[in-house]
């Protein structure tokens, strides 16, 4: 039975890690591709290839292209084309990036690559979401066995990265035993919640670290009746009206404090996937956040919202507690230090409401797919670019990394030092953060700095500025440091206090006409409870309401994807 296994993108973290999607045309080097009567025979299997083989003539690839919130101001279509990846690529391998189209946004990327999909007149090598990957499989339009492309021509760094989190990336694109597309592997972890708080406002107030929900709730009390920020304005928790996209101003860290995953598919003890919002531990979490809501904790608007706002209260000095994820240093919480000086914001593991560990809610996080035409003559060349890729991002040559992230003096422009905004394919350690913090930790401690990648310099040299005096260097010292959230992200790992998502299938045939439905549902319901608006003893009511919707069908559909996985 066919099968695609996937993880829903998370949509708050979309600043950081960014989706690229690119494309070629023809200017008259060597063809690439190539009529086939088999769709796998052209898999340019040799013995012993040279993997970083420079294509000589050279090759062009089509992809497609969108311009990603980060280069907007800056972008321009000959910033794009002259970019230093792409000039790599040429220089390098011999591979020649040309565009079927460019898009300024995710929608308009959706629809034309589903344009593309129903005309049959697809680019040579681009990134597709998990359920164009199952219409282009079923159509038979794309190579659908790459795995032994990938095998042969992968190199060590780009293996050992993209297994970090083992093969569930790889699971996510098999169908039928092979594999039809390769991941664009990012971190799980790297998405969770974390409690953020005040240090500087804890010793103010003579109060330790809360160590379960119930003494956050004092402490968040304690907060608002001081007003440390002297506004007259404390805000207690700052939460957002998407309190249930990771991020930042959310509550899933709450929920998970009281083993609640709404939205989620986990396991039930006989084995069968089930709906977390759908478990009466829901109920708990909902009335833990209607307590504050009734004692002026939370902003009496926050359902009107977005986390930017939300998080305003952080600027502004009147807030001591937010969950959200790892970066929330960085952002938000960054104006804070550079508004307030003395501000210490912390980044600790979510609490549990009982002698249970809480385990904080992660999916398995695959950015994209990238997929190669049907009949492409070089489906090799997308293991070079992500072996160009790793090497110059995750290698060990400083000068490399810093010509491609690190902009120099008066350099604006991002395609002199473009990051990863204008590579159309990636792979992204899963654990490379976390390998980050314990690296400048450890360098930071014994002045040893002879071990640490570029980037990592990078971080510590941050840190060593923030230490010096350099106050906007602060987030990099709460989040790569030895006060940084990874200290939680550590213990996370150390003690497997993660709660992964069991469904990272494609969508159901009922998910696709009825999941928005009840996604807005929940919110609708949930931010009532919350407002003391709707009661928290019609929850029982309210889950037979989504059954009638469509949810009983899901997840009767979501089991048989498990069952037949």
């Known amino acids: 039975m066919t099968t695609f296994k996937s993880m829903f993108v998370c949509p708050t973290i979309a600043a950081f890690l960014l989706i690229f999607l690119v494309a070629c045309t023809n200017n008259g080097e060597e063809t690439t ?117 990938y095998d042969q021509y992968a ?113 039930d003890s006989s084995g069968h996937l089930v709906y977390g919002s759908t478990l009466p531990e829901m109920k708990k979490a909902l009335t833990y956040l209607q307590t504050l809501y009734k004692e002026g904790l939370i902003e009496k608007d926050f359902a009107a919202k977005d986390w930017q706002r939300a998080t305003d209260a952080a600027a502004a000095n009147r807030s001591g507690v937010e969950f959200g994820a790892m970066w929330n240093a960085m952002t938000p919480l960054q104006k804070t230090k550079d508004n307030f000086p003395d501000s210490d914001w912390r980044g600790l593991g979510i609490l549990s409401s009982d002698d249970q560990p809480a385990k904080a809610k992660i999916n398995l996080n695959n950015e994209n797919y990238i997929v190669v035409k049907k009949g492409f003559g070089h489906p090799e060349a997308v293991i070079k670019i992500l072996n160009l890729f790793t090497e110059k991002s995750f290698g060990e040559n400083m000068d490399e990394y810093n010509k491609f992230y690190n902009v120099g003096d008066g350099i604006t422009d991002p395609s002199k030092n473009p990051g ?59 989040v790569f440091g030895v006060t940084g959230s990874y200290n939680a992200m550590k213990m996370y790992y150390d003690k497997n206090l993660f709660m992964m998502d069991s469904f990272y299938g494609s969508l159901t045939e009922t998910m696709k006409s009825k999941m928005k439905i009840i996604s807005d549902k929940e919110m609708e319901y949930y931010t009532k409870v919350i407002m003391g608006v709707e009661s928290v003893d019609n929850f029982d009511v309210f889950i037979q309401e989504l059954n009638k919707i469509g949810l009983l069908q899901i997840t009767k559909e979501v089991n048989e994807w498990n069952n037949n996985k």
Do not use: C
């Open 33 to 149: 591709s190539l009529p086939s009567n088999n769709p796998n025979a052209d898999t340019n299997l040799k013995p012993n290839p040279d993997i970083m083989a420079k294509y000589d003539p050279p090759i062009t690839i089509k992809t497609i292209f969108e311009v990603n919130e980060a280069i907007k101001e800056q972008y321009s279509d000959l910033g794009l084309k002259n970019n230093l990846w792409n000039k790599a690529m040429k220089d390098e391998l011999g591979i020649n990036l040309v565009y079927k189209w460019i898009t300024r946004s995710t929608e308009q990327s959706l629809q034309k690559v589903s344009i593309d999909i129903a005309s049959g007149d697809l680019p040579d090598i681009f990134n597709v979401n998990i359920e164009q990957l199952a219409l282009l499989s079923k159509a038979e339009l794309i190579n659908k066995d790459l795995g032994p492309i």
């Open 420 to 478: 990863l905004h204008y590579m159309p394919f990636r792979a992204w350690p899963t654990k490379k953060n976390l390998q980050a913090h314990e690296n400048v930790v450890n360098a930071l401690k014994t002045g040893d700095v002879s071990k640490l990648t570029p980037e990592q310099r990078g971080y510590y040299e941050n840190i060593l500025k923030y230490k010096a005096g350099d106050n906007s260097m602060a987030q990099y010292e709460k």
């Open 155 to 267: 190199s060590q760094l780009t293996k050992s990265i993209m297994k970090q989190e083992g093969n569930a990336a790889f699971q996510a694109a098999m169908s039928d035993g092979k594999l039809t597309a390769i991941p664009m592997t990012n971190s799980s972890g790297d998405a969770a919640s974390f409690m953020w708080i005040r240090k500087d406002w804890l010793l103010q107030l003579n109060l330790q670290e809360p160590k379960n929900l119930d003494e956050l709730h004092e402490v968040i009390k304690a907060f608002v009746k001081a007003d440390l920020g002297k506004t007259g304005k404390p805000v207690g928790l700052m939460l957002s009206k998407d309190f249930l996209q990771q991020g930042a101003a959310e509550a899933i860290g709450i929920f998970n404090g009281f083993h609640a995953y709404p939205q989620t598919w986990i396991n």
